[in-house]
């Protein structure tokens, strides 16, 4: 009995170191190895064509079709900024150097046109009102002796043409006469050029007496809207060439967008544009109303557009995200059960043939040779393309096909699509 006992275990033992020996035979092969590092590839290529016999194809209800072209309705993201066009903006500035008297304008003050704004104050105002008047009592004096003067010059040549007189008093008479006479001139253009100045300054020239001077003149609001800077104070000395104020008409805000340079050939002139502030849920409208001449730094441009409601809540400088609706552009399209995702990317199923679909031959054992056999031939074949999603319309999306996709002759999966992925990724796991 105990003999019989040592032999099972001899031989026992014997199988095992057998079974053992073979096993890392056949690991470390490297025919072994080439074959399965061939079937894994081979795995891989096949996920991207995927066979369908008769019956699956039936079972799956494949429908196919072509691309087509057709006018979809699309829509472009942007960001813009409110602002106001260039005659909405006033920057205030004194006509002449003064002192700031009073203003009591702060930031964001409403002010209306033709409104005191601020009062300036000069000493130099009354010299400059004093030498007009002197230069005007000045010129009525001139003109009193040009009376004489041209009297005098009339009666000299009188005499001169009855030979009375000599020709030398005639000369003094004449020269007299028009050297009074280039005086008034003189005078009338300085008197002229204060009396602008002072319609400037907004002090009435004919209002100044020697008892009515004006040392102070108004600065006036140039239109209706809102103090958007205040760079002064009172006391402060200012001059003719200093921005004291800057006043925006808010009636006309405009909304600017920036638009790359890839989405320009979408927007076209009186296009819709809805666009929502930060913060905000409310959307407002616009219209495209005029595109920027020149392309920035970051490939973008600046589009006007003309609100289509005025909204007095709104200030410029405020921050916006909008959608542009550009309207039907003819594009390639497919209806939306042709487009599968997987792993973040988009793809179609194309029809494919048999030999193109044929992967790599590799030898095999027989007995794998005769499981095949006696599979089903498959008789449909699709290839599996990567595109882009562009806009979808109703039930038709736009897609970016490859360069070398064959439009006019190649039929996609248009309904099925769905279950042609489940059958490559399973394809894929199994081969795996």
Do not use: W
């Not at 079974?19 to 891989?44: F, Q, R």
């Not at 016999?53 to 829509?75: C, F, M, S």
């Not at 104020?245 to 009186?270: S, Y």
């Amino acid at each position: 009995m105990k003999f019989l006992q040592n032999i099972i275990l001899a031989a026992t033992v014997g199988s095992f170191i057998f079974l053992t020996a073979c096993n890392s035979s056949e690991a470390n092969d490297p025919a072994k190895e080439g074959e399965a590092a061939e079937a894994h590839v081979h795995g891989v290529d096949e996920a991207m064509v995927v066979a369908l016999t008769a019956d699956q194809y039936k079972n799956a209800g494949i429908e196919t079709g072509k691309v087509e072209t057709r006018p979809l309705t699309g829509t472009v993201k942007v960001n813009g900024v409110l602002d106001l066009p260039p005659q909405n903006l006033f920057s205030i500035s004194a006509p002449t150097a003064g002192f700031l008297k009073k203003s009591d304008l702060l930031q964001g003050s409403r002010v209306r046109k033709g409104q005191v704004i601020a009062v300036l104050y000069n000493p130099e105002f009354i010299v400059e009102q004093r030498e007009y008047l002197e230069a005007r009592q000045e010129l009525a004096a001139v003109r009193s002796q040009l009376e004489y003067a041209e009297a005098e010059y009339r009666r000299q040549e009188e005499l001169a043409r009855e030979n009375v007189n000599a020709g030398k008093t005639l000369q003094a008479a004449k020269a007299e006469f028009y050297s009074l006479k280039a005086k008034i001139g003189g005078l009338e253009a300085k008197t002229g050029g204060q009396r602008a100045r002072f319609k400037l300054l907004g002090i009435n020239a004919d209002r100044l007496s020697a008892d009515n001077f004006q040392s102070e003149i108004n600065l006036y609001s140039p239109a209706n809207g809102y103090v958007t800077e205040v760079n002064v104070n009172v006391g402060k000395y200012v001059g003719n060439t200093e921005v004291l104020f800057k006043i925006a008409d808010t009636e006309h805000i405009h909304a600017e967008l920036t638009v790359f340079e890839k989405d320009i050939p979408k927007l076209k002139i009186g296009q819709t544009v809805r666009f929502t502030l930060a913060n905000e849920t409310k959307e407002r409208l616009a219209k495209i109303y005029l595109f920027g001449r020149e392309i920035s730094a970051d490939r973008s441009i600046q589009v006007h557009c003309h609100l289509l409601r005025e909204d007095k809540d709104l200030l410029p400088g405020m921050y916006f995200k909008a959608v542009v609706e550009t309207g039907a552009t003819p594009v390639h399209a497919l209806p939306e059960a042709a487009i599968v995702s997987s792993e973040g990317k988009n793809y179609i199923f194309v029809v494919t043939t048999a030999a193109e679909a044929e992967a790599p031959q590799h030898e095999e054992g027989g007995k794998e040779a005769e499981e095949q056999e006696h599979e089903p031939q498959a008789e449909h074949h699709f290839r599996m393309v990567e595109v882009k999603r562009g806009v979808t319309d109703g039930a038709f999306v736009e897609v970016g096909l490859p360069e070398d996709f064959d439009v006019a002759n190649s039929l996609v999966v248009t309904d099925g699509a769905f279950y042609l992925l489940s059958a490559a990724k399973s394809g894929g796991e199994e081969d795996e």
